[in-house]
């Protein structure tokens, strides 16, 4: 009876199982047959057609991955790679219509999902090791701003979790074949806007599979046209509001490591006359005539939205790196060339004037050194190739002015025993960078302003804001010889240094200035009665000369600084797109599911 029993219990079990299997949803049942190496197909050359009709099982997949282990997905290769292959023939049919549309969101989820189970599953040592073997040891590093494309075919080793996916041989053109049907979908107007989210979903898995530097994908992104793609779609809020970070991290990478995609980024898809960039009102009438744009112009005017708001820590991360990109691009001796071409012009929409807003109490002086260091930039190139350009030039000192004033301004209202000093320091640091900059104009202006009557206006402003610079001059004093372990004394110290021109000048022409003025018997003198006196005084004026003044530290050297930015901001896009991919998911599906019955 005892044994009688137990093969009742042996049988219940069974029989539960049974029912259990017999429970699960028609694809999970496909799933393991496939994996189990069986031709679920039957031979039949519609199946696939219909198999991609089924609802995609991403969290039966990825639970897949997870509990086999490597050798077990090793066994699997022949699988894994058939149905990878499988899942890029929907990606051809366009328009993505009715019963298309539904097979190529599962196509594109169960993609992503092979993807990420893939290269969640660490290798074991002896995969490593030949894998490692092929570049000779280390991991895969790619830099792709150093290759041409004909050279990056060689530079591509093995890779034990790419190799799950598709044959080392065929890789190549089974990645750019991939690519080429993404960046179609993503540009044609006629594809559904959830079909496109689920495309840029998958780039941005391919991009995170793996830590970057070893990322094989990588270098297969960076050379096709996906990112000229996503940058047309930031004309669309909607799809904006959802991959918003993603995209631009994927911009500034593509500008990181690709030399030559800033060439993309400036291509003028219109014949146009010149290239001059021109800030416009938008109050002029629009006209009926195409202006030329490129995907620089309408990068800059995305910024410009984005800066109208940074008071949320999610607005002002992003703008941080809209002005990490900007500081990319103004070193880029391409891009100068074209933006400082003056046989050529665009007209540039700016929403908002940075530097003339976000006067808050909390000012975000962390932004307006990003600002300031990408004017210092583009300066040194003006001065180098000694392009005068016919600029207002009084636009840009007044909004230095502004920025230096309102910096003041809010330290003085800020009590140093409750402000916290990094802030307090920022400030400090903010007006010593408006003062080097007018520096810069003071001993190089002669080199790229327009006229010398400009060069002139300069130095009669810096003149009539002489309140500002002494109110500077004395707070940075004040902390110097107040305690010499106070906190702020560098900062004040490299305030009080960036000052010793401008005093100067103000020392050097207001004594003068109120001497004519009594000679003249005259209380207030207009601009014109000024300027001749600043004139006739320059040969006696002595001013210190800055060195380096003229030089800068190459943004990718100064990228390791800003390490715990990025790693903060790609964990947080990371688990943004894996914590919603399910949800969004679910509700694609549900659209799909209403359509199908249509």
């Known amino acids: 009876m005892h044994f009688e029993a137990n093969d009742d219990l042996l049988k219940g079990k069974q029989r539960a199982q049974s029912l259990k299997v017999g429970m699960k949803e028609k694809v999970v049942q496909l799933y393991d ?25 991403v969290r039966y997949l990825q639970a897949h991955f997870e509990r086999c282990a490597w050798d077990e997905l090793a066994c699997q290769k022949p699988a894994i790679r058939r149905l990878f292959g499988h899942c890029t023939a929907p990606l051809q049919n366009h328009p993505a219509m009715g019963q298309d549309a539904i097979r190529q969101a599962n196509a594109l989820q169960t993609l992503a999902s092979l993807i990420r189970g893939a290269f969640s599953c660490p290798p074991t040592a002896v995969a490593a090791a030949e894998a490692a073997a092929v570049v000779g040891g280390g991991g895969v590093s790619v830099n792709v701003g150093d290759v041409d494309e004909q050279q990056m075919d060689s530079q591509r080793p093995n890779h034990p979790n790419l190799d799950l996916l598709m044959p080392p041989n065929d890789a190549e053109s089974i990645m750019q074949d991939l690519l080429h049907r993404l960046a179609c979908c993503l540009s044609d107007d006629v594809v559904q806007l959830p079909i496109k989210a689920l495309a840029i979903n998958l780039l941005v898995t391919m991009a995170t599979a793996c830590d970057l530097q070893y990322n094989p994908m990588l270098s297969y992104l960076v050379s096709s046209r996906v990112f000229d793609c996503c940058l047309q779609l930031f004309a669309s809020t909607e799809l904006r509001r959802e991959v918003q970070d993603a995209l631009l991290l994927a911009l500034f990478e593509a500008l990181h490591v690709n030399r030559s995609f800033i060439a993309t980024l400036t291509y003028s898809h219109t014949p146009s006359v010149g290239h ?78 940075f530097c003339h807003s976000h006067l808050m109490r909390t000012l975000p ?123 702020l004394r560098e900062a004040a110290m490299q305030l009080d240094r960036s000052l010793v021109n401008i005093r100067s000048i103000i020392q050097h022409f207001s004594p003068r200035i109120d001497e004519w003025a009594e000679a003249q018997g005259q209380r207030s003198l207009t601009q014109d009665q000024v300027l001749s006196v600043v004139r006739s005084n320059y040969e006696s004026l002595t001013l210190r000369l800055y060195s380096q003044l003229d030089c800068f530290t190459s943004f990718r050297e100064s990228i390791p600084n800003e390490n715990a930015y990025f790693r903060q901001l790609t964990r947080k896009i990371v688990t943004s797109v894996r914590k919603d991919a399910f949800d969004a998911s679910q509700q694609l599906q549900a659209k799909l599911k209403d359509l199908s019955s249509l």
């Open 33 to 57: 047959r496939h994996f189990s190496g069986e031709d679920i197909s039957g031979g039949s050359d519609s199946f696939w057609n219909e198999f991609f009709l089924l609802r995609a099982n």
């Open 276 to 353: 001059q960039l021109v800030v416009a009102e938008q109050s002029g009438p629009a006209s009926s005539v195409p202006e030329p744009t490129n995907l620089l112009v309408v990068f800059l005017e995305y910024c410009s939205i984005i800066m109208q708001d940074t008071r949320e820590q999610s607005m002002f991360n992003s703008c941080k790196l809209c002005f990490f990109i900007l500081t990319a691009i103004s070193e880029d001796e391409y891009a100068n060339s074209l933006m400082h071409d003056l046989n050529m012009n665009f007209r540039v929409n700016l929403h908002r004037l």
């Open 365 to 487: 002086a962390e932004l307006y050194q990003s600002a300031l260091l990408i004017l210092h930039r583009l300066l040194c190139y003006q001065k180098r190739t000694e392009i005068r350009l016919h600029y207002n030039w009084h636009h840009l000192w007044s909004a230095l002015f502004t920025s230096a004033r309102y910096a003041l301004s809010c330290y003085q209202k800020q009590q140093v025993g409750t402000a916290e000093p990094q802030f307090l320091r920022s400030l400090l640091s903010l007006v010593s960078s408006v003062c080097l900059l007018l520096n810069f104009f003071v001993t190089y202006g002669d080199t790229f302003l327009p006229t010398c009557e400009v060069y002139d206006l300069l130095f009669y402003e810096l003149i009539r804001m002489k309140s500002l610079f002494e109110d500077a001059s004395q707070l940075s004093l004040s902390i110097i010889s107040s305690d010499p372990d106070h906190p």
